[in-house]
């Protein structure tokens, strides 16, 4: 397989491991989590008025190309201070660098695994910074986050160097004050032992939010949702790198040969344990590279995001309505399901995604799908009524169950999205619902674990839709699943840590009338 970066969706093997624990080794000293020196809260009222560095952390002098270190901090500060996603700039920002494969990993775990334990690393930082690090420059503060992470998380860099390089990057772009004071504060930091240390009277929610970096309001609710255990178990799981997964194009190769030709490769492949289609790699880089992504053998796609298709069960020949498409993982597979034979109706609202979606059809060889734009709650005037054998709403929705792969939407979100999102849910469900024919079948489902875009929109739909009945647990994915994912009202429910894929609901309804 060729090589790349795939840290766009933070999908990518790690270029350092990391540890999961939540705290680093042992430092030279047990001193305690103290302040810091004199001199260094002099440095520290410098930097907030210091006008020599740059905002954004550009170099001074210009000449010798950016470090990873150095990549990773303009990341981060234009995260914090733009509102830019981590993702998409992460990723342009690594086109226009010159770093090496390895430090394109590094880079990228810098700024996933600054962004995803940045409760935690402002925490203890609190204890160190005299004057908080609400006061520093966004650059400084950014510095001393990734350099934080790195001594805190990261096995295979040395701490002093860690620390080192953090007080070359503060001389280029500040002044001797700010060198002084993060040297100080990143030394402090070393001498104090295990961190973070936490109160005992700490509540649950609040040891979670801090141990695991996850909003508290976010831990309050999965708490109340799921118990401190569970809720424990999923800010855990979405500290971790996330898997690499490809779904095999069944009707070009079968999976098993697939996986034959991946191992000739020399790469380290397994049979996905949540979908019979997909496949789990260990390193090799970025399966979209690949002759085998090219030649339409597979695509890159989740193991939970796996399961909607064969939820959907669509047969060849049958016409199927693909409500919220883009960027269509799951309008290919249906075709695939469907042998290319029938119709796919693939609807995004926006033009630019519905393309998208035709050019990923056009890869794996799948004509029967026909994309189109539109508002999804007007589909009902594009169609006549009782239009299609199968219906997919996969639902815009908060998106909490992909904080594995997008660190900076959990810092993002608010109790009010989930409850915007979740009116416009029941809206979609009961608009699209007219379109489907008496016998057919209706799967909703989104990539969130929020039981009021779950449980609670298929509830009142069904109360509302005595015509309509679920056969989610009559299904093959069900019986395979039953026993780990849970059984979310009258739809499944995958938590990030059942398999250590995405947080999915997913639900199988039938018209009966």
Known sequence: MSGGNNGAGRNGQRGHSSRQDGSRPPGAGKAAAGKTVAAGKAAIAGSAAAGKASGAGSSKG????????????????????????????????????SLS???????????????????????????????????????????????????????????HAAVNEAVNIAKKRGHQGISGMVNGVLRSVLRAGDLPVLPENLGPAKRISIRHSHPLWLVQRWIAEYGVETAEAMCASNNEPPAISVRVNTTMISRERLLEKMAAEGLEVSPSKVSPYGIVIKGGGNPALTSWYRDGYLSVQDESSMLVAEVVAPEPGMKVLDCCAAPGGKTSHMGELMKDEGTIHANDLHPHKAALIADQARRLGLECVVTGSADALDLEQKFEPGSFDRILLDAPCSGLGVIRRKPDLKWRKQPEDIESVSALQRQLLQSVSRLLKPGGVLVYSTCTTEKAENGEVVASFLEHNPDFVSLTFASDVWNRLEGTALAAGEGIQLLPHHYGSDGFYIARLQRIL
């Open 101 to 159: 494969r390895e430090d394109t990993g590094l880079a990228t775990e810098l700024v996933y695994g600054t962004i995803s334990r940045m409760n935690t690393l402002d925490e203890v930082l609190e204890g160190f910074v005299s004057k908080g690090i609400a006061k520093l420059q966004p650059w400084v503060r950014n510095l001393l986050r990734l350099s934080l992470y790195q001594i805190m998380y990261l096995d295979r860099v040395p701490s």
């Open 62 to 97: 210009g000449g010798k190309p950016a470090s990873a270190r150095e990549v990773a901090l303009d990341v981060l500060v234009r995260v914090e201070q733009q509102g830019a996603y981590s993702n998409l700039l992460l990723n342009s920002s690594l086109q226009k660098s």
